[in-house]
């Protein structure tokens, strides 16, 4: 199929998780042999942080106003057997309706922030999404799964919510056996409502344990942040030091945005990430976490920081095998090979009821 995407990005990982999931997808897409073009709005923020600037397994266009992307894009979306818009696209609303009247083939959006446009709908905030636009796309591809897909068809009147998980590129990600540098590491940008989980779970379990070592890694985080003393801090970690990140540590935190614990069952790729490196993962809960990983055997919950504490005075054979438990679980599901073709099965799917419907 001839597939265009119109992302927030996939040549800059900085500040944002959209980067590695549509690199891991776009790259299995081709390899089945689909020809795809990535559009992205070349903004200033991007620019100097791109550490993806020619993927090979793409054409890739840039477009500095939406005007220049109509003019210069026109016949590839009017041409494309499937048009995808994805969430926190600069004007998304213009951008989705432009692709409405003019793509002839499948129409979707791809939404890898759902809880948060869900909150932003509520709110009558349509940043990049509208009530109407929803029920016209013929698909909406969701990284929350879930209850939400059923919401998403009768509340907003989506012809079909599908749920399409973030996923992983296991030749990138994978166990190395290094020398442990932290006992428990953070990888994530800074947000409001997800620190004070990281305040109670690294930070407080670090103070209990002075003799520790711990990270975090990610950009954004105030000045203010006080950050106790063994307690390294890491600016932006591009994703090819990723694994290296991982593999380092003996665990590895997962933390969850409030809109995503409230919708649940929307697991990010960091999660993913940690899993296939073999790490154990010591999670906050959300409803549908325990869908995806065992818990116990696959991933660890906790909800205060002597929960962590317990956790790191697991022996070492436990600890292992909770690593691999997840790593093969994830090799299983969730690599970006399983995504791409279920992406391609629902994309056949809705060819042949459009046929059909003639």
């Not at 068809?153 to 990138?172: I, M, Q, R, W």
Request: proline content about 5%.
């Amino acid at each position: 199929m001839r597939i265009v995407i119109i992302g927030l990005s996939i040549t800059s990982s900085w500040g944002n998780g959209h980067a590695t999931t549509y690199r891991a997808l776009v790259k299995e897409l081709s390899k089945l042999g689909h020809d795809i073009i990535f559009l992205e709005k070349d903004v200033p923020w991007y620019a100097p942080h791109r550490d993806l600037p020619d993927p090979e397994f793409c054409r890739l266009g840039l477009y500095k106003t939406n005007e220049e992307l109509w003019q210069d894009y026109h016949a590839e979306v009017a041409g494309a057997d499937a048009v995808i818009v994805g969430s926190y696209v600069q004007q998304g609303v213009d951008v989705g309706q432009w692709v409405l009247k003019t793509a002839t083939g499948i129409r979707a959006f791809y939404d890898i922030d759902t809880p948060v446009t869900l909150a932003k709908l509520e709110r009558g905030d349509y940043e990049y999404i509208s009530p109407s636009l929803i029920a016209q796309y013929d698909m909406y591809l969701s990284f929350t799964g879930g209850p939400v897909l059923q919401h998403l068809e009768n509340y907003y009147g989506s012809p079909a919510a599908k749920a399409l998980f973030c996923s992983v590129d296991p030749e990138h990600y994978y166990p190395e056996g290094k020398t442990t540098a932290w006992e428990l590491g953070y990888l994530g940008t800074f947000s409001t409502d997800r620190q004070p989980t990281v305040n109670e779970l690294l930070c407080k379990t670090s103070i209990a344990l002075p003799e520790g070592r711990f990270v975090v890694a990610g950009p954004q985080y105030p000045d203010a942040v006080n950050w106790p003393v063994n307690v390294e801090r890491i600016e932006h970690l591009p994703p090819a030091l990723h694994r290296d990140f991982y593999n380092k540590q003996k665990f590895t935190l997962n933390v969850t945005r409030a809109d995503m614990i409230a919708a649940g069952y929307s697991p990010s790729v960091r999660l993913f990430e940690a899993a296939a490196c073999g790490v154990p993962i010591i999670s906050d809960y959300w409803d549908g976490l325990t869908s995806i990983f065992e818990e116990g055997k696959e991933i660890l919950i906790a909800r205060s920081y002597d929960d962590v504490l317990g956790y790191l005075k697991i022996s070492d054979e436990e600890r292992t095998a909770i690593g691999n438990n997840a790593r093969k679980k994830i090799l299983k599901y969730h690599t970006a090979k399983a995504r791409a073709a279920e992406l391609v099965a629902y994309f056949e799917g809705s060819l042949k009821n459009k046929v059909q419907n003639v």
